[in-house]
C-alpha cells in the first residue's frame, strides 16, 4: 500500500476511534490566564446581575471563567481566551464613561470580537483589499502591533521608514472594517509650508492635501479608491489639519496625528484631549527632527515624557534596524546622524539677511 494511502487510513481509523470513545481524542492546548479589575467598585456592572455578562462570555467562547478577589480567571483554548480577554478588557473600558452594561452591549462586543480576524501579533491586519498582505516585519513592529491593539493612546517614536505611519493607518482600515469603530481620523500639523493655511490656494481639502499625501499613499494599499472617496464623502474618513481639531470630541473612532514631532506643547494638549469613548489614538513622529521654529520645545517629546507609564498609554520607539524602505535608506540616515546632524538641521534656509556663501548653502 503507497504511504499516501497507508497515513490516509490510519487517520480515518483514527478519527473513527474518537467518535465512537474506543480510543480518548489527544488534550488541546490549554491556557490560563488572570484579568484585574480595573475599578472595584464598579465589579458588580462589569459581571453583571448574577453574572450574567460572565456566562455570556463562557457561552461564547466555551471558555471556563470565575471571578473571585477583584480578578476574573479564563480558561481554555489560546484562541478563546485571547477573546474573551478582548470583551472583558473593552467592558471596562465601556464603564469609564457609562454607569452600566446593557445586554445588547455585552453580546455585540462579543459580536465583533468574534468576527476580529486579527486577534494575535504577527497576524495578518485584514484591510479591504484581500490581496495586500500586510504583517509586522520585525520586531519592532510587532510590538507595535500589539501596543495598539492593546492601548487606547499610543505613541510610536522612529527615524523615517520604519512603517510608523503606515502600520497605524493599516490598524485603523481594519478596525474600520472590522466594525470596531465608525471612523478614522487622519491629522497633520501643517508647518512645513512655512506659512498660514489662509494664504495657500484652494479649499481646506486643496490647501491640506499635500501634508497628508503620506497618509493618502499608505491608504490607498488597503482600499481601493471607490471606497476611499465614497468613505470621505460620508465623512467615514476625514482629513484634518492639526490646528482645526480643536473643541471637538471623538467617539469610536481611530485617529491618527503623523509628523506629531511639529505640533508644539499646546497644540499636543489639544489634541490628546480630543480622545472620546470607544476611541484608539495613535500618536508618530521623528522626534530626531522638527520643523518648528527654533527654540520651539516640541509637544512630541514632551508628550510622551509626562506620559509614559500610565495605564492605557503605550511607548514604542523604533530603530534605524526596523527600517522597511529601500535597504539604502538605512545608511542614508544613519550617514545623516553619525556627527549628530539631521536632515531637518542640514537643509534648514539660512538665516535673513545672510550673505551668499555664509553658512555654505548658497
Known amino acids: 500500500m503507497p504511504d499516501t494511502a497507508r497515513s490516509f487510513g490510519e487517520r480515518s481509523l483514527r478519527e473513527w476511534e ?69 470583551v472583558i478588557e473593552q467592558l471596562q473600558r465601556s464603564l469609564r464613561v457609562t454607569p452600566d452594561i446593557s445586554d445588547e452591549v455585552v453580546e455585540e462586543t462579543i459580536r465583533r470580537t468574534k468576527a476580529e480576524r486579527s486577534a494575535r501579533p504577527g497576524d495578518r491586519i485584514d484591510v479591504f483589499v484581500d490581496s ?60 512645513e509650508a512655512g506659512e498660514k ?35 470621505m464623502q460620508n465623512d467615514v474618513i476625514e482629513v484634518v489639519p492639526l490646528a482645526f481639531m480643536r473643541g471637538r470630541t471623538l467617539s469610536r473612532a481611530s485617529i ?12 499636543m494638549l489639544m489634541f490628546l484631549t480630543r480622545l472620546g469613548p470607544e476611541s484608539k489614538m495613535v500618536v508618530t513622529g521623528d522626534d530626531s527632527q522638527s520643523d518648528l521654529s527654533a527654540g520651539e520645545a516640541s509637544g512630541f517629546t514632551d508628550a510622551v515624557e509626562r506620559l509614559a507609564g500610565i495605564p492605557r498609554v503605550a511607548v514604542i520607539r523604533l530603530a534605524n534596524c526596523d527600517i522597511v524602505r529601500h535597504p539604502l535608506v538605512q545608511r542614508v540616515v544613519e550617514a545623516y546622524v553619525t556627527d549628530g546632524a539631521t536632515p531637518d538641521k542640514r537643509m534648514a534656509p539660512p538665516a535673513a539677511g545672510s550673505p551668499p556663501g555664509a553658512d555654505g548653502t548658497r
Open 256 to 267: 491618527i496625528l503623523d509628523e506629531a514631532q511639529n505640533a508644539t506643547t499646546a497644540q
Open 18 to 86: 474518537w467518535a465512537t470513545g474506543r480510543a480518548p481524542r489527544p488534550k488541546q492546548r490549554h491556557l490560563e490566564t488572570t484579568i484585574a479589575i480595573d475599578d472595584l467598585s464598579r465589579r458588580t456592572a462589569l459581571y453583571g446581575p448574577a453574572d450574567r455578562n460572565l456566562r455570556l462570555i463562557r457561552a461564547a467562547f466555551d471558555v471556563r471563567i470565575s471571578a473571585r478577589d477583584g480578578t476574573v480567571r479564563i480558561s481554555g483554548s489560546p484562541e478563546a481566551v485571547a477573546k474573551s480577554v478582548q
Open 132 to 191: 495586500t498582505n500586510i504583517t509586522a516585519r520585525g520586531e519592532g513592529q510587532k510590538r507595535y502591533i500589539e501596543a495598539i491593539r492593546s492601548n487606547d493612546l499610543t505613541f510610536c517614536l522612529g527615524p523615517a521608514g520604519t512603517g510608523k505611519t503606515y502600520i497605524a493607518v493599516a490598524m485603523a482600515v481594519a478596525q474600520l472594517k472590522h466594525q470596531e469603530i465608525k471612523r478614522i481620523v487622519l491629522v497633520r500639523p501643517a508647518v
Open 197 to 231: 493655511l489662509g494664504y495657500l490656494p484652494g479649499d481646506l481639502q486643496a490647501k491640506v492635501n499635500p501634508y497628508l499625501r503620506p497618509l493618502f499613499d499608505a491608504m490607498h494599499d488597503m482600499m481601493t479608491f471607490d471606497q476611499i472617496k465614497r468613505f
